[in-house]
């Protein structure tokens, strides 16, 4: 296996993706397959308090294009201001969802992002984009 190591785990924030990922499959075995995202999401997001998480429901991020604000996104979940939850209730993940969240990682602060199925089978993906290519993080943070 190999992957840069951050404080003794593989991946960034990986303990705490790991209790997201629990929490998910807590939620997605009493709720099944069905319901509307918006459903999922205040289950889960009282899944990840009942675990001592910080989940901000509805997360308001604004995004930058040459240092100018040029929209806002509103993020399903953001746990502990640190990892980004997308949630769907799709037939399954497609590459959409994926460059729908690399696309969230790339124009915030954030580093680390999950992808969250809540189809007819639960699915998730993890997906990070360091700060460190982010020219418009890069250029900002220097001082």
Not at 5 to 31: C, M, P, R
Not at 75 to 88: F, G, S, T
Request: proline fraction near 3%.
């Amino acid at each position: 296996m190999t992957g840069k190591v951050f404080d003794g785990n593989l991946y960034k924030h990986s303990d705490l993706t790991e209790q997201i990922i629990g929490a998910f499959y807590v939620v997605y075995s009493k709720l099944g397959y069905g319901f509307l995202e918006d459903v999922y999401e205040k289950a889960l997001v009282i899944e990840l308090k009942k675990r001592g998480l910080s989940p901000n429901s509805e997360q308001a991020i604004e995004v930058y294009y040459e240092d100018q604000l040029i929209g806002k996104y509103y993020a399903d979940i953001v746990v502990n201001d640190l990892v980004i939850l997308e949630l769907k209730s799709a037939k399954s993940l497609a590459v959409e969802h994926e460059a729908q969240l690399l696309n969230y990682l790339k124009a915030t602060p954030y580093e680390v992002g999950l992808l969250l199925n809540f189809g007819p089978k639960p699915e998730t993906k993890r997906r990070s984009f360091n700060n460190d290519g982010k020219e418009w993080f890069v250029a900002k943070n220097k001082s």
